[in-house]
């Protein structure tokens, strides 16, 4: 047993500071792409115990008056708040409103982004389990960091239809739409996916010869010159990455299993289907 397991083992002993210690160990900031913002985003107590944590995607204001309403004094989301840095603190927008009322309530917020992405057995490996594919491994490997890296590649059990796959994949992402492109090709075997925008892995699913690239954004251009290569699938930002809340849970749990740990009920997903 590590010191971090030893230090989790009881709520009444658990301060900020461990929580975000086990969620390091599993996905260091090291981890994450150039442009990102991971790590502590307010940190006002992280000496202090903890009263609970309130994970989510997104931090909104109405998660934020969740966290307090059910007494979470730290939430974890993906998405990080401060992924820009705000020219003023004034209430003007969505951020600014969110920094002033987690600072007012005395609320922690930490963000497990891009690093949790490139982690092995991270977010694009849940969106692989909840596909059900085997022989996973990752997509575009780090080499410096044994079994890390962006997305991730492997196997259906059996090959299936195109028509059926894409089926599949809306029932088993709740998603509101699926947007592909006009792929000749019939059966699907091998399957490249990424969370959230992974447009920039497209080549290398190619490369991998994956008959399918499943991710949350790729955008109308990009959609172009691929029908005799890939069959490309955007299914939403938000439906690729809803797993993540469930990864984060286990993350805290394996080493915290006392823990009082929350998921927010607040759907933070801004974009509605008709």
């Given at each position: 047993?590590?010191?971090?397991?030893?230090?989790?083992?009881?709520?009444?002993?658990?301060?900020?500071?461990?929580?975000?210690?086990?969620?390091?160990?599993?996905?260091?900031?090291?981890?994450?792409?150039?442009?990102?913002?991971?790590?502590?985003?307010?940190?006002?107590?992280?000496?202090?115990?903890?009263?609970g944590v309130l994970l989510c995607?997104?931090?909104?204001?109405?998660?934020?008056?969740?966290?307090?309403?059910?007494?979470?004094?730290?939430?974890?989301?993906?998405?990080?708040?401060?992924?820009?840095?705000?020219?003023?603190?004034?209430?003007?927008?969505?951020?600014?409103?969110?920094?002033?009322?987690?600072?007012?309530?005395?609320?922690?917020?930490?963000?497990?982004?891009?690093?949790?992405?490139?982690?092995?057995?991270?977010?694009?490996?849940?969106?692989?389990?909840?596909?059900?594919?085997?022989?996973?491994?990752?997509?575009?490997?780090?080499?410096?960091?044994?079994?890390?890296?962006?997305?991730?590649?492997?196997?259906?059990?059996?090959?299936?239809?195109?028509?059926?796959?894409?089926?599949?994949?809306?029932?088993?992402?709740?998603?509101?739409?699926?947007?592909?492109?006009?792929?000749?090709?019939?059966?699907?075997?091998?399957?490249?996916?990424?969370?959230?925008?992974?447009?920039?892995?497209?080549?290398?699913?190619?490369a991998r010869q994956a008959d399918?690239?499943?991710?949350?954004?790729?955008?109308?251009?990009?959609?172009?010159?691929?029908?005799?290569?890939?069959?490309?699938?955007?299914?939403?930002?938000?439906?690729?990455?809803?797993?993540?809340?469930?990864?984060?849970?286990?993350?805290?749990?394996?080493?915290?299993?006392?823990?009082?740990?929350?998921?927010?009920?607040?759907?933070?997903?801004?974009?509605?289907?008709?």
């Amino acid at each position: 047993m590590d010191n971090t397991q030893k230090m989790c083992n009881f709520a009444e002993d658990m301060k900020i500071r461990e929580i975000i210690g086990a969620l390091e160990q599993f996905a260091p900031l090291s981890l994450q792409d150039s442009y990102d913002n991971a790590g502590l985003q307010i940190g006002l107590t992280v000496d202090a115990e903890s009263s609970g944590v309130l994970l989510c995607l997104d931090v909104t204001e109405e998660v934020l008056t969740e966290a307090k309403e059910k007494g979470c004094d730290l939430v974890v989301s993906h998405h990080p708040l401060l992924f820009r840095p705000p020219r003023r603190i004034a209430g003007d927008d969505i951020v600014q409103r969110c920094i002033i009322q987690a600072i007012t309530n005395g609320i922690n917020i930490y963000s497990s982004h891009t690093n949790l992405d490139n982690a092995k057995d991270g977010v694009s490996w849940r969106i692989a389990e909840k596909i059900g594919l085997s022989n996973v491994v990752p997509l575009s490997p780090n080499p410096a960091v044994e079994g890390a890296g962006s997305g991730v590649i492997g196997m259906l059990d059996a090959p299936m239809d195109r028509e059926d796959f894409i089926y599949l994949i809306k029932e088993r992402f709740d998603a509101g739409s699926v947007r592909f492109n006009s792929w000749t090709g019939e059966q699907v075997s091998s399957v490249a996916v990424c969370g959230g925008a992974g447009a920039f892995l497209i080549e290398t699913a190619i490369a991998r010869q994956a008959d399918v690239f499943i991710t949350g954004e790729i955008g109308y251009h990009r959609f172009f010159g691929f029908d005799d290569t890939i069959q490309l699938m955007e299914i939403g930002h938000y439906e690729s990455e809803q797993y993540t809340i469930g990864l984060l849970e286990d993350i805290i749990r394996r080493q915290c299993p006392e823990m009082r740990i929350l998921r927010t009920e607040i759907e933070t997903n801004p974009i509605n289907y008709l």
